[in-house]
């Protein structure tokens, strides 16, 4: 049995992480959680409420940390620019080196199948501000290169912060390779030196979502 230990929620956030990573959402249990924590559970549900709430706080935390770590890169960057872009593409792997746990569970379990279709109100809301801010954050980045943020210019900030370091690094499980980091920047400033396709008149020029 493990030894009890002065109850911190981060520590429960931490198994259930790293079970989760280990074994998908089916091996997040209390009890679980429980034996590799030491933490009763009483207290587990004292704090979580639910065990869906458990897990919820568990993507939360991890997919905050993604985008503070993103948003620092960016920032040293004075927040725009090629060079801001081009250093929040590289986000997954700084998340990896700094986060490996959290970077675990963001990359191998699916959002859906860790937190199912009903969500506490309460998570629900918090996922909804997380994807609204990474909207946000990719109009800002286009508004500064193009002076634009219709959907086709987030269009092309989504293909830089996305779905590039999707195909060259995630995929292919090269996030600790400095030579596809190399290739993923290359990609990334060749995807801006072309930009954004030209605006589509009479259409909605503020996407809600990136396409």
């Not at 207290?43 to 940390?65: K, P, Q, V």
């Not at 959290?102 to 009903?118: A, I, P």
């Not at 634009?148 to 292919?172: E, F, G, M, N, Q």
Request: hydrophobic share 45%; with cysteine; charged share 25%.
């Amino acid at each position: 049995m493990p030894r009890p230990r002065t109850h911190d929620p981060g520590t429960v956030l931490d198994a259930a992480e790293a079970l989760a990573a280990d074994g998908g959402a089916a091996a997040v249990t209390i009890r679980a959680v429980a034996t590799a924590t030491g933490v009763s559970n009483g207290a587990i549900y004292h704090t979580f409420g639910s065990r869906s709430e458990l897990l919820g706080r568990t993507w939360i935390r991890a997919a905050r940390r993604f985008g503070a770590v993103q948003l620092e890169l960016i920032d040293a960057h004075d927040g725009g620019g090629v060079e801001a872009v081009v250093a929040a593409a590289d986000a997954p792997a700084v998340f990896a080196q700094r986060f490996p746990e959290s970077s675990r569970l963001l990359l191998t379990v699916r959002r859906g199948d860790l937190l199912g279709d009903e969500l506490p109100a309460e998570i629900a809301d918090e996922l909804g501000g997380l994807e609204r801010s990474l909207i946000d954050l990719m109009k800002r980045l286009a508004l500064d290169l193009w002076g634009r943020k219709d959907a086709r210019a987030v269009d092309a900030i989504t293909t830089c912060l996305v779905d590039l370091p999707t195909a060259i690094l995630l995929r292919r499980d090269r996030l600790a390779d400095p030579t596809a980091r190399e290739h993923l920047r290359a990609a990334v400033r060749a995807v801006l030196a072309v930009g954004p396709a030209p605006r589509q008149p009479h259409r909605d020029t503020d996407p809600k979502e990136p396409s």
